[in-house]
């Protein structure tokens, strides 16, 4: 995972930059080279922004997109934009969150044999499959706010909504297809303790809650110490938590699909 998925993310990419685009190159070629048959869509909009508008890719990889159910991986691939307040410096992100983008591509990688499977044991459209979604511009350009943040995520969460699933279905959409919507932000620093949000449903969230879409939100708190500073980088990484917490999702996701 280290070489071949997170240190490519190690960039600044922030959305509309040259790095932005060369991390969706990377996130796209990976899965397009496994086994497993991943059909990738760019989702691509523009939306207004602090600094006029700006163009965001939402990247989704999705096994057997006609299956009635998905579990649901997804992060944020896009870096914050600090703009010239660094004096040069840049912002890469490691934790917030090249990590668990790489730990997404390294769960894609190592169960590619087994995850083979739910194309071959199926002749006709499966009842639950995968989906990993990689968000664009999550972060806020200046500050957090309801227009100024989560410019992927929303734009997506409309999208499926309006879109039917199973294909051709008039009662039911993308939305609801989603068997579990399981996020995970922050990761990689030494002893992350993960508590349950379900009480708050945080943010954008709460659109999945309310048709009943259950959320698990992997991210640590308190945030770690390197958040949103210029040392959230490679150095401040602890990699036995991270190659535990890898361990621990691609079981989950077995089990989950009863692989």
Partial sequence: MWENDLRPILIERYPGSRGSYIVRQHIKHRLQALKAGWEIEEDTFQRYTPYGYKTFSNIIGTLEPSAKRH?????HYDSKFFGQQWQGRVFVGATDSAVPCAMMLELARALDNKLQLIKASSTSRPDLSLQLIFFDG?????????SDSLYGSQHLAQKMVSTPHPPGSTTTNQLQGIDLFVLLDLI??????FPN??????????RLQAIGVPVLHLIPSPFPAVWHTMMDTEENLDKATIDNLNKILQVFVLEYLNL
């Avoid at 579990?71 to 992060?75: I, N, Q, S």
């Avoid at 999550?138 to 706010?145: G, K, L």
């Avoid at 990689?188 to 303790?193: H, S």
């Avoid at 949000?197 to 969230?205: A, G, M, V």
Wanted: some cysteine; hydrophobic content about 45%.
């Fill in 138 to 146: 999550e972060e806020a350009f200046v500050r957090w706010s309801p």
């Fill in 71 to 75: 579990l649901v991986l997804a992060c």
């Fill in 188 to 193: 990689g620093a030494r002893n992350p303790v």
């Fill in 197 to 206: 949000y379900f009480p708050n449903t945080l943010r954008w969230f709460q």
